[in-house]
């Protein structure tokens, strides 16, 4: 009092302008970078196939996951409803097809970017693509996982930009956390958690483990949350030649899930060797892929294949596939 009061705003001097859709998300808008959404679309509630947690749909005759943001999206109060002048482009809940790939090569250091790594991101509604003046967001607040700066509508409004990488980074790492948390809570006694593996405590032999053979990573992580909360432990292969090499290093598996079209070598071929080499014949074979065609069938069968699905694939019929080609195979 009798002094007065000084005020100084920081304006920000860098600005840049990007093509954004327009989303909206439990009320509140979010703005997505374009270049790493190739294709928006309508999956009907039946189409969507709900397995160990997750969700999957398929398109292009690939199963994809399926992550519905308003999961995800929480607020810890009351938020007022956003909208526009304008009507909603799509007004019912969308699903954004992101190339991981292109979403990636902002930030390599959070995944390796691979082809035809896609994913599926569910929001409540859609309101158009704009151009937008974009700007990084100062000061000591720090942004919530998942976001990279602010979008400025034509209008004024400010709203959240939405970075792909960094978003799908941290569910993946939630979805982690929580599958961890899941199998020490359902294994172990709470004061014996961080103390000793299950096997070492229970007594009992150690879990079997199952080789997962694809050239899709998100094929890959959606199938060992499905086969790891059913008890079993995971290995990974990228092909048909990395799974040869793996096995041929001295990994032990009980059961190997193999696609049949990948680089290097494709799942005939690794059929073909893993018949012929006498150490590994006995190891039952599912093959898991796309092609539901009755010759590609034939094929894998006559080659040595244990069991054919395609997909989409029914999870309770995989895993019962699963244990009882497991029964069978000697000790």
């Not at 439990?26 to 790493?36: C, E, K, S």
Request: glycine share 6%.
């Amino acid at each position: 009092a009798g002094v007065g009061t000084t005020f100084t705003l920081s304006v920000p001097f860098t600005l840049s302008v990007a093509r954004v859709l327009i989303a909206e998300c439990r009320g509140m808008l979010l703005a997505f970078p374009t270049d790493a959404i190739a294709e928006i679309t309508v999956v009907p509630p039946e189409q969507v196939i709900a397995t160990a947690g997750n969700q999957a749909f398929s398109w292009n005759g690939s199963m994809v996951q399926l992550i519905q943001l308003s999961q995800w999206l929480k607020f810890q109060r009351p938020y007022p409803v956003e909208r526009l002048d304008n009507q909603a482009a799509i007004a019912v809940p969308t699903v954004l097809l992101i190339n991981q790939a292109n979403a990636n090569q902002a930030n390599a250091n959070h995944a390796n970017s691979s082809a035809d790594q896609w994913l599926g991101l569910q929001v409540d509604c859609c309101w158009g693509e704009q151009e937008v003046a974009i700007r990084q967001v100062e000061g000591g607040l720090p942004l919530p996982p998942g976001f990279s700066g602010c979008a400025i509508l034509g209008d004024g409004r400010v709203v959240p930009l939405v970075s792909f990488t960094d978003l799908l980074y941290w569910i993946a790492s939630c979805e982690r956390s929580q599958l961890e948390s899941l199998r020490t809570t359902a294994f172990l006694p709470t004061h014996l958690a961080q103390s000793a593996p299950p096997a070492a405590l229970s007594g009992q032999p150690r879990q079997p483990t199952v080789l997962i053979v694809d050239d899709s990573i998100n094929v890959r992580r959606f199938l060992a949350l499905t086969l790891e909360r059913a008890g079993y432990q995971v290995a990974q292969a990228k092909d048909g030649q990395d799974a040869i090499d793996r096995l041929s290093a001295g990994l032990a598996v009980q059961a190997v899930i193999c696609d049949i079209e990948m680089p290097r070598l494709d799942g005939y071929g690794f059929l073909t060797q893993i018949r012929s080499t006498p150490k590994f014949r006995a190891i039952p074979v599912a093959m898991l892929t796309s092609r539901s065609g009755e010759k590609h069938r034939h094929l894998a069968m006559s080659l040595g294949a244990s069991a054919y699905f395609s997909k989409p694939y029914n999870e309770q019929m995989l895993l019962q596939t699963l244990e009882s080609l497991m029964q069978l195979t000697p000790a």
